[in-house]
């Protein structure tokens, strides 16, 4: 299967698609409560939990990726999806704009 | 390049408007913590896992869980007749709770260890951290409704911190050996305040004389801001810090309005930060840098995110009505202290269960500061 290029509509989908689930998997995982080490609160009780501090950190960033950078991808895939049509519009040359008897 | 530009304007597009998707409103979010921070307190072994979590790392913050908890839910207890029954049962298991551990563990079971590592130099030996935030839940239980039994433990405790405040050249007692605190010397003068107004005592002399003193000794020359901490003869061990001085400006708005205004007012303009809908505090202004420790909690750097600077701040900003910079707090509170709901109950993940009765307590105060400042009518407390 051909993988679409990261700046295409198809490909920013994907990784937003790829991001949700990793994400959905994490919050599903009870990853969630893992984040006290914020506050410097040790989610287990035992402040030199390295691993409880990992997991609160891989939440974090999993998070902040759903909240960000998904809705981000999805309109710009939504944006290009809707330029190309326009350029790809029969009669429309590129860069024409000049040339348009409208104008 | 096509894609550059999409990436651009949807980031345009989506980051202004991110905040709105939280906005809550702030009387289910005050609902949710009250049903689980009273919920702590029917659930032993609920309460027996918060707390081991918090001791794990600061033993202050069990004994703060409770203060703060207790101080909202007599303000909760004020504002809503109905709540009254309810708030006043959980405020009095909770005091118990804390008089007893402490009568029988001693005060070094709510401190941190280093407490041990010296001697008090005031006599008698006390922690204004204790003696301050337990005269306030003893003082505000009494303003909800009097109840005999608290008086005497709450004039005992006022005349001790009375007693070796007076002791010391700039008027503040140590909380631990040879450090007194602002946020802790402020809070025993707000409870010395509640005590005037409840039981006729008069320490209006002290409040003045610490304020003046304060001024004078206890601000930081850059800023203007009171020091977090000091010696007993006022030589100041840190720099402002956030974890300190939105709940001093708070507590103080009951002894010097005018002088509590001008420091919130400072600390705003050198702690807040806000963008695209979202606020903050740092934990040091622009000009003292401290060390990172157990109250600013980890700071974020880059955007100097300070998590026990931006919790205290809802403190500060909803005292002072500071409706702009509140909203801000709470979107962030909501964006990224991962709110999780349960049972009717809320808890905030990225915290504890003192980040969660400061928000709280955030959330319900006015009526118990208000009620201090009315005058007084025959009968009433």
Redesign the interface.
């Known amino acids: 299967m051909k993988r679409a290029p990261l700046l295409s509509p198809r490909g920013l989908v994907l990784r937003a698609a790829i991001v949700a689930l990793v994400f959905a998997l994490a919050h599903a995982a009870g990853l969630r409560a893992y984040t006290s080490i914020l506050s410097g609160t040790s989610p287990t009780g035992n402040a030199a939990d390295g691993w409880a501090a990992l997991l609160g950190c891989i939440y974090v960033l999993l998070y902040f990726a759903f909240i960000l950078a998904v809705p981000i991808a999805l309109i710009a895939a939504a944006l290009m999806a809707l330029a190309t049509r326009w350029l790809e519009r029969p009669g429309a040359k590129a860069g024409s704009a000049a040339n348009d008897p409208a104008l | 390049m096509?894609?550059?530009c999409?990436?651009l304007?949807?980031?345009a597009?989506?980051?202004p408007i991110?905040h709105l998707l939280f906005a809550r409103s702030a009387e289910r979010r005050a609902d949710q913590l009250a049903a689980r921070g009273t919920a702590l307190w029917v659930d032993a072994s609920l309460r027996e896992r918060e707390v081991?979590?918090?001791?794990?790392?600061?033993a202050e913050?069990d004994f703060m869980g409770r203060s703060f908890l207790v101080w909202a839910l007599a303000n909760r207890a004020l504002r809503e007749p109905a709540a009254a029954p309810r708030a006043l049962a959980a405020i009095d298991v909770i005091i118990d709770e804390t008089l007893r551990l402490e009568r029988e563990r001693g005060m070094y079971f709510f401190l941190m260890p280093y407490a041990r590592a010296g001697r008090f130099v005031v006599a008698p030996e006390a922690s204004q951290f204790l003696d301050g935030e337990i005269a306030l839940m003893l003082a505000m239980r009494r303003v909800v409704a009097e109840k005999p039994e608290y008086r005497a433990p709450l004039a005992a405790r006022v005349e001790r911190m009375a007693a070796r405040m007076k002791q010391s050249p700039v008027l503040s007692a140590e909380s631990y050996p040879d450090e007194c605190w602002t946020f802790c010397n402020t809070v025993a003068l707000a409870a010395m305040r509640l005590e005037d107004r409840l039981d006729g005592t008069d320490h209006a002399q002290l409040l003045a004389d610490w304020v003046k003193t304060a001024k004078r000794r206890l601000v930081d020359p850059k800023t203007g801001i009171l020091v977090s901490s000091y010696t007993v003869d006022g030589h100041h061990l840190d720099g402002p810090e956030g974890s300190s001085i939105w709940m001093a400006a708070h507590a103080l708005q009951i002894v010097d309005a005018e002088f509590a205004a001008d420091q919130y007012a400072r600390a705003r303009r050198e702690l807040r930060h806000s963008a695209l809908g979202f606020g903050w505090a740092g934990e040091w202004p622009a000009s003292w840098r401290g060390p990172r420790d157990?109250d600013s909690?980890?700071v974020i750097p880059l955007l100097d995110v300070s998590?026990?600077s931006s919790?205290l701040a809802l403190v500060g900003a909803a005292s002072f009505g500071d409706r702009a910079y509140l909203d801000e707090l709470r979107a962030t509170l909501e964006?990224?202290?991962?709110p999780?709901e349960r049972d009717g109950g809320l808890t905030y993940?990225?915290?504890?269960q003192v980040?969660d009765a400061v928000l709280l307590y955030a959330l319900e105060m006015g009526p118990m500061w208000r009620r201090v400042r009315e005058p007084i009518a025959r009968g009433a407390p």
């Open positions: 096509l894609g550059l999409a990436l304007v949807a980031s597009i989506w980051l991110v081991a979590k918090m001791r794990g790392s600061n913050w157990v909690g980890p998590a026990g919790g964006l990224a202290a991962f999780i993940a990225a915290g504890n980040g």
